[in-house]
């Protein structure tokens, strides 16, 4: 199973659910309220997704949206970042791709895309 995992500040209710309609099939998601984890399904090339939001990511500004599945819209996190941050007008932050579970966070820096262009930083 594949996955990919953004963080997106102060995300608007209804924004994700909006942004993804048009990228993927059968989609059940209910983000009326995004003050509690989100889980919803939806198809994609007609295989299965799971999609979760958690609110309150990174001091509580993020929200961490990952999506699950065999085949995804986007072949990687940088560029679901992309599609989402064309579509919510919000900063969107991703992992470069090299981060490994245990791997000091300190040394990381992650992609954040914003009105200023894409940009590898710090998180803080």
Not at 38 to 54: D, E, M, N, S
Not at 71 to 90: E, G, I, K, V
Request: glycine share 8%; net charge negative.
């Amino acid at each position: 199973m594949k996955d990919l995992e953004i963080y997106v500040r102060d995300l608007e209710v209804g924004a994700v659910s909006q942004w993804l309609e048009g990228q993927l099939d059968q989609l059940e998601l209910d983000d009326s309220q995004v003050d509690s984890v989100i889980k919803g399904t939806a198809l994609f090339q007609g295989a299965g997704l799971r999609i979760t939001l958690y609110p309150g990511a990174f001091g509580k500004r993020f929200t961490s949206l990952v999506m699950e599945g065999e085949a995804l819209p986007w072949s990687s996190d940088l560029d679901c970042a992309r599609s989402a941050w064309r579509s919510l007008d919000t900063e969107v932050r991703c992992s470069p791709g090299d981060w490994m579970e245990g791997d000091p966070v300190e040394d990381e820096k992650w992609w954040r895309l914003d009105h200023r262009g894409e940009h590898l930083v710090n998180w803080n």
